[in-house]
C-alpha cells in the first residue's frame, strides 16, 4: 500500500456511525472548569463571565436546550491535578453540568469512522449498526461496553441474588446509586487513602498509560526534527506531511485489522486504488481535525511538545467534529480558527465565556 502525499481535507465527510442527542452538545476544556470553580468559591481574580456561563450552561441543561459531556481526558488531566480537594471541585462542576455523559474516545470514534468510510465506498448498508454518540458512563471513553454488576467473592455476578432480597424499586435505587458513586470516584481519581491501597496491587500501572502518551510525544518530536531537516515542508506541503504521517503511526494497524476482520466475515476487501485511499483518509472527520491542529503547531518551529499537547489535541478531535460547540484554551482555539479547511464543519468555538451568538 502506498498512502503517499496529497491528502486534502475532502470536501465531503463520513461521519461515524451514531446517534446524536436531538440538543447540542457543548464541549468544555478543563481550563474552564477550572475558572468556574474559582468564580463559585469567590475569587474575584476570576473574570465574572465564567460564573455567568456556569449559571448559564446549567440554566440550559436543566432545560434540554444542550448538554455538556465529558471526555476520557478529562479525567486524565484531573488525575493528574494533586490536589484532592481541587480534584473534587471540577469533579462537582462537572458532573452537575454533564450528568456523568461521556464521549466516545478517538479509538473507537477512528474505528466507527473506518467503517463507515469503507461503507461508503462499497456501497455498504450499516445504518443498523449505529451506537449512541453520548452515554452515561465513563466507560464510553474508553469503549466499554455494559454497566455495573455486583459480583460474589469468586467474582461471579451476584446481581440477581441481591435483587430477590429486595424490590425492584429498592434495588433499582441500590444500582443508580452505586453508579453514581463509582462515576463520581472516576472522575475525581482517588483519595490519597485509596492510592495507598492501589498502590500496593500489581494490577495498578498508571505509568502504562503516561509511557503510551510520551510515546505519541516523541512521535511529534521526530516529526519536528524532519521538518528542521527539511525546512521546505514548512513552506509547502505540510498537511500532506501530517496527514500521511498520523495514518500510518495512529490507524495503520487498525485499518489493517478491519480489513482482515472483513476477509474472515466473508466480506468483500477493501483495497482501492491510491487516490480512492487518499480520499477516504481525508473523509475521516476526527483525524482531519487532529492533523490540522497539529499541522498548525508543527508550523511554529519553535513549539516544544508536550503530553499535554496530546491530550488536548485528542479531546478536541473528537468533541470538533461531533459536538455543535467547543470551548478549548487560547492556543487551541487560534490552531482551530486558523485551519480555514476546518470551518466548513460550523462548530463553534467562543473567544470569551459570553452568549453563543447561536442562542
Not at 125 to 138: E, P, Q, Y
Not at 320 to 347: H, Q, W
Amino acid at each position: 500500500m502506498n498512502i503517499g502525499l496529497k491528502v486534502p481535507m475532502a470536501e465531503e465527510l463520513v461521519w461515524a456511525n451514531v446517534m446524536r442527542p436531538r440538543i447540542p452538545l457543548v464541549y468544555l476544556d478543563l481550563h474552564v472548569a477550572i475558572r468556574m470553580a474559582r468564580a463559585l468559591r469567590g475569587d474575584t481574580t476570576v473574570p465574572a463571565e465564567y460564573l455567568q456561563l456556569y449559571r448559564a450552561a446549567l440554566r440550559a441543561k436543566l432545560e434540554r436546550r444542550a448538554m455538556f459531556p465529558l471526555s476520557g481526558e478529562h479525567m486524565w488531566e484531573i488525575l493528574q491535578i494533586t490536589d484532592p480537594k481541587q480534584r473534587g471541585d471540577l469533579a462537582d462542576i462537572f458532573a452537575t453540568l454533564s450528568d456523568y455523559c461521556y464521549l466516545p474516545g478517538r479509538t473507537l470514534i477512528a474505528e466507527l469512522e473506518i467503517e463507515a468510510g469503507m461503507a461508503k465506498i462499497l456501497g455498504e448498508d450499516i445504518s443498523d449498526r449505529s451506537i449512541a454518540l453520548v452515554r452515561s458512563t465513563f466507560g464510553h471513553a474508553f469503549g466499554m461496553v455494559g454497566g455495573m454488576k455486583i459480583v460474589n467473592h469468586d467474582g461471579g455476578d451476584a446481581s440477581d441474588a441481591v435483587r430477590a432480597q429486595m424490590s425492584d424499586a429498592e434495588f433499582d435505587t441500590l444500582i443508580a446509586r452505586m453508579n453514581y458513586e463509582m462515576e463520581r470516584r472516576m472522575l475525581r481519581g482517588p483519595s490519597d487513602e485509596d492510592l495507598e491501597q492501589l498502590r500496593a496491587d500489581p494490577a495498578f500501572q498508571p505509568e502504562v498509560a503516561a509511557e503510551g502518551q510520551r510515546s505519541r510525544v516523541e512521535w511529534e518530536q521526530d516529526t519536528e526534527r524532519v521538518l528542521n531537516e527539511n525546512p521546505k515542508w514548512r513552506r509547502g506541503r505540510l498537511r500532506d506531511l501530517i496527514d500521511a504521517r498520523e495514518f500510518v503511526h495512529e490507524w495503520i494497524d487498525m485499518y489493517t485489522r478491519t480489513r482482515i476482520e472483513r476477509q474472515e466475515a466473508g466480506l468483500p476487501d477493501f483495497d482501492p486504488p491510491d487516490d480512492e485511499l487518499r480520499r477516504f483518509m481525508g473523509a475521516m472527520p476526527h483525524t482531519q481535525v487532529a492533523v490540522s491542529v497539529k499541522t498548525r503547531y508543527h508550523n511554529n518551529p519553535q513549539h516544544k511538545w508536550t503530553v499535554n499537547d496530546i491530550v488536548d489535541i485528542d479531546a478536541v478531535s473528537v468533541a470538533y467534529a461531533y459536538c455543535e460547540a467547543v470551548f478549548p484554551d487560547k492556543a487551541m482555539r487560534n490552531a482551530l480558527l486558523s485551519s480555514r479547511e476546518l470551518l466548513s464543519i460550523g462548530t463553534y468555538v467562543p473567544r470569551r465565556p459570553g452568549i453563543s451568538p447561536r442562542g
